[in-house]
């Protein structure tokens, strides 16, 4: 390519992706896929790392973060950043209107604009000339931590505005207020990442996006998934604005993320007939609230209003009723889930929390409650929040009378009287014994619930009186009851058992990843589960895999054989290789995937253990086996190591293992379907899809796909043909300057046609 070219590509791909991310994060109208995104992505980053000096200043690269921001130096904000005053009930807010009024000329005419309050981090955000310089938290009001490295990873953050150039000229100077925060699924998505990672889960939404924030390194901002949300102007320079509604409307020009729910109210009885539905749509929304924000829709009246002391008199906060209460930790009860997790729940007196009463609360695990150090008869404060369970976040410390005691976990299962173990670096404890009752109960219950085989009519008292009588002892039996017996128990009418063998029946027959889920494998839901069957297409396959890396990690291990002594060395250095040398599925394994050079790369590694030739070569050997067995799980995208570990322990469990013939000699379903495919007529053909079609774009791209060919969402000079519809987009226009044949949906059809 020639230099100006490779600007020229640079400025389109960077262009590009700017509004791509605008559409993904802001608009949530994503036009291509999250590959095409990444294609686009790297092909950037490589121009720039090979010609730095033609890189944007507001690249979208910039986002991925960089490890050189050390500490957060203090930055002082523009102009100062105001807190709000609070209203607990409409009274509150009758009054704040009067005093305001007797502010204001006697016929002021009061609108207001009415938005949810976010449960986030307030964060200032200077753009000069377009141009993001400067990101800040709120700190004092006056002074903030510059955390600036940290939000430009942030994608609903633009680095520059106006993100759409049609919006016309950026302002030369403009300061924004938002909030910083994980949406609801995000923050779930989180913990269950962390779950599959065997590490504790984040309790607080709001903490943890503040943490997030203020990591040292960007490049641990960037792996969270936070939000920014804009609702105010701090401070500008070329921007004039009468009203609060007018600035909504143009922050969300500029291309930032803005609050869709803001209402304009006509006066204070329109704003107090909306407060009720605003607290009822509360857990409805996609990230978490604290209550409302009523602001004077007039900017010249808000500024005549002024400040008192540090809040602005024009805004005020309407909290919603709290949603955490402190009351006395009775007792406790001890759970044990089907993994054999032992958790703790507090028994508390009960109280009214949030509209409904609270008498147990969760506590997570043994490992928390220490860190927290709740003890048994302590008031402790809870927090109730949409429809998560009731948890306790912490002690009154304060109120001890010298009467509490540690709460520590029990020495032994009380289900089963087995001596509970904590697997090394768990928080959690277990209860090993696979034929406690307890884990066979909730076996039994996820096994049949909905998501999992889906089996009417067997619900937890059904279990235990099948249980109970003998009549199953694990999953596999469900599937060998008859009549007979049923019929002989207490209130099992002849309709209620036809009903059940029915549904049992039914149960064979589900798809694949469904059944798969329902072993209750640790950390295998749903999704994990699909991810699976697109790369396994029977359980047998799972099975022999599972058992080829059992067999070479034993192997392993014994290769292994006095290079673990002690005279080999000691310290922290030669511990942590021990530990790496002992999980070699977990901690080497996934490492050394497609190491090409693994003799010369595992020499580098154990060079602290002074090893001969022989036993390097040897030991070389041996893990590249083990990588051989277990490459198809561990090349899986979004299966990470903790639960390829989890599949192969499940796998290759003798109870398990016998469970599983048992369901497959009773005719369960564990094979994956087979993918259709219409024939291969497109094969490396690259479709553009614009304007509307006879079908909705997601079959006609499924049609491109079964024929072998490729749908991406922009237009290079890679594509192989547009297919424009009715007023198709500037993609005709760029397929065109790109010399892309541009076909109709009736060339596209004779094309598959052959
Ligand atoms: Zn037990």
């Given at each position: ?280 749509r509360r857990d409805d929304l996609p990230y978490e609230i604290d209550g409302l924000v009523l602001k004077v829709d007039s900017l010249p009246q808000a500024r005549e209003l002024g400040v008192v002391g540090k809040d602005p008199r024009g805004a005020i906060a309407y909290k919603f009723p709290a ?411 760029k397929a065109v300057k790109n010399k892309v044949p541009v076909i109709s949906e009736a060339d596209f059809r004779a094309l598959i046609s052959g």
């Open positions: 390519m020639m230099s100006g070219d490779i600007q020229g590509r640079v400025q389109e791909l960077s262009d590009e992706l700017h509004d791509h991310i605008y559409r993904y994060h802001v608009l949530n109208d994503p036009i291509i896929t999250d590959d095409e995104y990444d294609r686009l992505f790297r092909e950037l980053q490589d121009l720039e790392a090979e010609h730095p000096e033609y890189a944007l200043p507001d690249s979208p690269t910039q986002r991925v973060g960089s490890d050189l921001s050390g500490d957060f130096p203090k930055v002082r904000h523009p102009a100062p950043i105001l807190s709000l005053s609070n209203a607990f009930d409409e009274d509150d807010l009758v009054n704040w209107e009067e005093r305001n009024r007797r502010l204001l000329a006697e016929d002021a005419k009061l609108q207001y604009v009415l938005q949810p309050k976010l449960d986030g981090l307030a964060i200032v955000i200077s753009y000069e000339g377009g141009v993001l310089t400067r990101a800040a938290t709120r700190g004092n009001g006056e002074f903030g931590d510059d955390v600036s490295a940290n939000v430009r990873t942030i994608r609903s953050a633009p680095l520059r505005i106006p993100v759409n150039s049609d919006k016309g000229a950026p302002p030369s100077r403009l300061v924004v207020r938002g909030e910083i925060l994980f949406h609801k699924e995000d923050f779930l998505a989180l913990n269950r990442e962390q779950e599959a990672q065997g590490l504790p889960a984040y309790v607080n939404a709001r903490n943890t996006a503040s943490g997030s924030l203020k990591q040292k390194d960007s490049r641990e901002t960037s792996k969270r998934k936070l939000t920014a949300y804009i609702y105010a102007i701090v401070d500008s320079e070329g921007v004039e604005l009468d009203s609060e509604w007018e600035t909504l409307q143009y922050l969300r020009d500029m291309g930032f993320k803005v609050i869709s729910d803001a209402a304009y109210c006509q006066d204070l009885d329109d704003v107090r007939r909306r407060l009720d539905a605003w607290e009822a949603e955490e209460a402190t009351t006395k930790l009775v007792g406790i009860t001890i759970g044990v889930g089907r993994t054999g997790k032992v958790t703790p729940t507090a028994q508390l007196e009960p109280v009214f929390i949030g509209g409904v009463t609270v008498s147990n609360a969760s506590l997570h695990n043994y490992e928390q409650v220490a860190a927290l150090d709740i003890r048994q008869g302590d008031r402790v404060i809870v927090k109730r929040s949409g429809d998560v369970i009731p948890y306790v976040i912490g002690p009154v410390a304060g109120a001890r009378d010298g009467s509490e005691s540690a709460i520590n976990p029990p020495e032994c299962c009380p289900f089963c009287e087995t001596k509970l173990a904590q697997p090394a670096g768990a928080v959690d404890w277990f209860c090993p014994n696979p034929k406690c009752p307890e884990r066979v109960m909730r076996t039994l219950e996820f096994f049949v619930s909905r998501g999992a085989m889906d089996i009417e009519g067997m619900g937890p008292q059904t279990i235990a009186a099948l249980i109970e009588n003998g009549l199953i002892d694990d999953e596999a039996d469900i599937f060998y009851l008859t009549a007979e017996p049923l019929l002989a128990l207490e209130g099992f009418a002849k309709k209620k058992v036809e009903n059940l063998l029915a549904s049992i029946e039914a149960a064979k027959s589900r798809p694949f990843e469904q059944t798969l889920t329902s072993l209750g494998i640790d950390g295998i839901g749903s999704t994990v589960a699909g991810l699976i069957t697109e790369n396994f297409s029977s359980v047998q396959d799972l099975m022999d895999s599972a058992g080829a890396i059992e067999a070479t990690e034993k192997a392993f291990s014994e290769t292994l054989q006095g290079l673990l002594d002690d005279e080999r060395g000691s310290g922290a250095e030669v511990e942590k290789l021990a530990f790496r040398l002992r999980h070699p599925l977990t901690e080497l394994a996934p490492r050394y995937l497609d190491a090409a050079d693994l003799p010369l790369r595992l020499a580098r590694l154990l060079k602290p253990l002074a090893i001969s030739e022989a036993e390097l070569a040897a030991i070389a050997v041996s893990l590249s086996r083990l990588i051989a067995a277990s490459k198809p799980l561990h090349s899986i995208d979004g299966l990470g190591p903790v639960l390829v570990e989890n599949i192969v322990e499940w796998f290759t469990d003798e109870h398990k293992k016998r469970v599983l013939a048992k369901m497959l000699e009773a005719g369960v379903n564990m094979r994956a379907e087979e993918k259709a495919v219409a024939g291969s007529g497109l094969a490396g053909k690259t479709f553009v899809l614009t304007g509307a079609m006879s079908a909705p774009r997601g079959e006609i791209k499924a049609l491109v796909e079964a024929h072998g060919g490729k749908v991406t969402g922009s237009v290079s000079k890679k594509t192989s043909y547009v297919v424009a519809g009715d007023s198709p987009g500037s993609k005709v226009d």
